[in-house]
């Protein structure tokens, strides 16, 4: 039966770094996802031009397109300033998603990431999608982002999973994927480098017996 | 012998569903009881109108005398925004009624709620009752509130209590507050339904083997 | 699809108490559903004679029938004991039954409660469901078990459920099924009283949205 | 009001490291106090003779001498083994006690102590404390025993104090049935050395603002 | 070899209260040590006039003289209303500091002290400190200060100690160097009293065996 | 200035898994190591025969020649039944070596993994290593197990490192190393093959800017 899958990002590149490898499963499986990011991933530069916000854009398309994913929708919260943002403000903006995505899966960032824009969106999520009798959510897992969820305090809330989707047929695709976002990308043995990324699949992998994976942390699951 | 009490709630309502059957029962011994609302909780509402306002107002006030609380105070925090003040506001709002009301015991909000509000409360009550030489503050204790502590990330910062104040004889009260607020409250099987306060009643009482009880977190405790 | 559901229990009557309206439900939506007894129940008991032992039997045959399992293994080891036997010899008892019962989801005691039977039982079903290439097991969960998950220490490893099977149609046999196992229940207020256990399931449930439902921890979950 | 007030200790010695001014203050404001041992602390050293286990017993009396203490019990648990004994024995030899004593207030061992008699300790505490309808118990607290509590792994369960007992006019009493453990204590700079025990006292008292504390968790509290 | 070591305080007097003892024995063993303040520690002060904060640098400057650092950096960071700034210039802030300093290892606040400036110290040196290729930063280190570490919600994000820096020679430096902050200093029983940080430091050291010693959570390590 | 190192591994294969390109590197660098194993390995299983032990033996020896280890130790503790011994006995076997080698590093077991005799391990050396006035330990790390340190429950005590020792140039003598192993080893995706072992490193490596390294915790740091 065909789900709806919600995936919340902060940034253009997280939704491939974090679950790119689950978003072509669940498009080849035939479910719906949908995507959505909370700001532009690069007004915080000192280059964050048009130009640059032009070329994100750009390779966001391109990502979304060799994942197969079609449904998108972008924010413009300030860029690694969500913290100077009510919370409200960014629960608001995600609600009406919720409402008519009527997700049944949600995806999103590890509440205990070192970048605070993560930290929002999760807290954001958790708020858009309570419990309520008649909620169309059932799940709610978060995911790793490379260069922010290894790089927090470890002692504070670790990112330790306890949930794995295999994606060893999807890997290229999210290895693909992320050379749409080149730009992002950094060179061996920086964390967030294509090897690392991949190395990383390996590992998350063959800790549960599977060639490839991508792991979470079940939030919610409701039966 | 005589105690004075302090509740510090976010909202009209939170001192109710945290732990209005405490509070009858301190009442009902003898105890000082004054509480304290950060915001007024319907200021971040579509409808957040003056009509709104009084109504919460009114549900206050009837509740808070159905508990046999005289004393009050209601700050005006933004409702549902209190991230988007700094702390050190909250606490010296707080600051003088400590001073004036020298609790022995300190009642708030947990420190891991979904609601933002709740989690500036709790810190700035934790700064207001610093364990100074002379302070009276003798025992810090956090409650849950459903709908807020329940739907939080599980992992982060879980209410986990150790301390159970039996409250038998007060459910009836505790309910009959919560009737005062009516248009806070949801349908069964909604999680701020009065069904699941009364089931969470039993369940926290029968876990230390009495018929209802509030649960808390010990957070400090001098003597 | 039908799942292959594998519950590991430490007592006769553990399998009630933590998931024995989601037992009814699995079966109720064909799944076929496996239990396994670690230790009797009574065999630490002062009164733990033959007739004791007898009646707990007739019981767990009459709990399983109400619940509609009809698959059942029963070991003897020492009850309330079983830290006097050595993790490996439990594990090799439960690995046969996972290779022949090729379970997808298992469901057995949380880790950190206070009966030391429970205990060992979880250690041993993790080892015995390693994660290793070839493994039916897609799902580990852990329930609670009132008188028991509850009364620990709380601060050590605390049950703070992640996942909830509603069980809204199916409390009624739960209560039913727990009726067979009346010598073992107390009275209210007690933890372990038919109605601590039905305000639970309501207080479970309605903590998500739904009228009644039983808590889990996922442990581990590869899709 | 007169409190009884139950001491577990697993060897003599713990009773004054962990909480000797607070039994002190107890008697001296009063209440009966109980102290319960559940090995001797000699039996597992190569010079665990009937000497040192007489040394020790004179010790012990002239420890609870100091302190006002009349009431106690000794089991001889195999010294620094009581990891050898099924859980239930030492839960079965406490549980006399408790219903003898009736005591409304318990002490014992952090539950994360590096001596394994110590979490045993605890483990059977807690079991034998458990919350029915008519148990005496309404508080359970662990104390911190320097050499122990602080060597553990420290991530694992740390002893983080959350009751502080002041007990400025009982530290001299401390000390002073320290001074009767002699052949235990250590020279400093040595962790179990009678100058490190009292700058933890002032360490623990200044955190709140008093001279001088013994420092608790709460586990349980029952109002 | 000597060693490239930075420290990030709040407000001038953490960094002594934090770690003055390990200051003073670094630069003794030869390394170069530079301090940055976040914050004039006076300027949320009813009292935060020109007067004191002229005081304050004075104290700062006498208790850097006292320890041998010469080099150091200050901020005007809004005084305890660190958390009403946008992380992102915090971090922004930091970087050219690290660039230019090169430090091996850094010592900054604990992650959840009571004060809000503390922690958003702490969360910017991780993001400035990130462990890139080429970054000079090996160690990160925090340590506690009190009157705020201690003070905080015991059961969130407690400081555990696994790292102890010996400075029984240098505790006489560490003690003088607090003279200088005489202003900030309370009287004892107060936990910011001079009497206090030394009681710790001998808690501190003789936890593991030594007279004098700062504690401290090693965040990261790379060799 | 060469150290003295210590490692404690419960069983043959277990030093290279979790150190083995450090132990490369120690040696590379000068420092002494010294190799401790608790049991042999192949005791608990159904083939434990003579012949196997040999085997085991010679592997053991082949790669700690590859790793330039010449000194070690091995104890005959029951093969993954070392929860039947009472831990004292395990720490009176490792007390006699601490004595001997003077260790200032030790690495062992993380103390949360599946494999009891990890935990046992871990244990027995936190007790043989306590930091008493003149012990030689002046840092105790723990290392992770490919197929136990991450098939154990995660929420319970899970691996997240804050120590990394990079071993880029040493990555191959751990692999070669392994290879003496190969009875021990399994195919990929198996997370015990050669393959996770590499992935792992490098995801260790990239995590902090490198491109291969062992992660460890650091339970004790004494400067």
Redesign the interface.
């Known amino acids: 039966m065909s789900k709806s899958v919600l995936i919340v990002a902060a940034h253009p590149d997280d939704e491939v770094l974090g679950c790119g490898g689950t978003i072509a499963r669940h498009v080849a499986e035939g479910d719906v996802v949908h995507v959505v990011f909370m700001a532009d991933g690069v007004g915080?530069r000192g280059d964050g031009s048009t130009y640059q916000h032009q070329r994100r854009n750009i390779a966001r398309d391109q990502a979304l397109e060799v994942l197969g994913v079609s449904e998108c929708n972008a924010f413009d919260f300030?860029d690694?300033?969500m913290?100077?943002v009510?919370?409200?403000d960014v629960v608001q903006a995600l609600e009406p998603i919720i409402e008519q995505v009527q997700p049944t899966r949600v995806y999103t960032h590890h509440?205990?990431d070192?970048n605070?824009d993560h930290c929002v969106t999760?807290?954001a999520v958790?708020?858009a999608c309570?419990?309520?009798?008649?909620?169309s959510v059932r799940e709610i897992l978060t995911f790793e982002v490379?260069?922010s969820s290894?790089?927090?305090?470890?002692?504070?809330?670790?990112f330790?999973?306890?949930?794995?989707?295999?994606m060893s047929d999807y890997l290229s695709k999210k290895l693909e994927a992320l050379a749409a976002y080149e730009m992002e990308m950094?060179s061996?043995?920086?964390?967030r480098?294509v090897?690392?990324i991949e190395?990383?699949a390996?590992?998350r992998?063959?800790?549960?017996?599977?060639?490839a994976?991508e792991a979470f942390?079940?939030?919610?699951?409701?039966?």
Request: with cysteine.
């Open positions: 915080s300030p690694n300033c913290d100077s009510p919370l409200l509440s205990g070192l605070v999760h807290q958790m708020t309570r419990p309520m009798p008649g909620s490379m260069s290894e790089w927090a305090t470890p002692s504070v809330t670790p330790v999973p306890n949930a794995f989707v295999e950094r061996a043995p920086h964390s480098s090897a690392h190395a990383l390996r590992h992998g063959n800790c549960v017996g599977v060639d994976a942390v079940v939030i919610r699951m409701v039966e």
